[in-house]
């Protein structure tokens, strides 16, 4: 079982950085994609970014990218979600979400909210205009 914590998340106006961590326990994440998604109000959870357990293959959605960043710091059990350059449309709850990886499926599979077994509770970053 692993347990996932976010954090960090607030109000902060559009042009600004936050950054959201997630603490894992229960499991090592070294072998374990973690990813990030968000849920704005109305809408369904989207794919934001994942990255390996050993931090060395990170993907993201193209409008995310250039200025979000997911990171890992494995003697933390922490992955970091980094947001620049925050625009009012990333206004939204941020879940973190682990999926023991047995064997690498393509970095398409891991974008689905259907393929992560693990969720945190969810933190909310507001941007506003």
């Known amino acids: 079982q692993v347990q996932l914590v976010e954090s960090g998340g607030g109000l902060v106006q559009a042009g600004g950085s936050l950054r959201l961590s997630c603490a894992a326990s229960?499991?090592?994440?070294?072998?374990?994609?973690m990813g990030w998604f968000r849920q704005a109000p109305g809408k369904e959870r989207e794919f934001v970014a994942h990255i390996s357990g050993s931090g060395s293959n990170t993907y993201y959605t193209d409008s995310v990218k250039g200025r979000f960043t997911i990171s890992t710091d494995n003697a933390k059990g922490t992955v970091y979600l980094q947001m620049n350059g925050l625009k009012p449309e990333d206004t939204a709850d941020y879940y973190c979400a682990a999926v023991p990886v047995r064997y690498w499926r393509g970095a398409s599979y891991y974008t689905r909210v259907a393929n992560y077994d693990y969720w945190g509770q969810g933190t909310q970053v507001t941007v506003s205009s």
């Open positions: 229960g499991r090592t994440f070294s072998n374990y994609i």
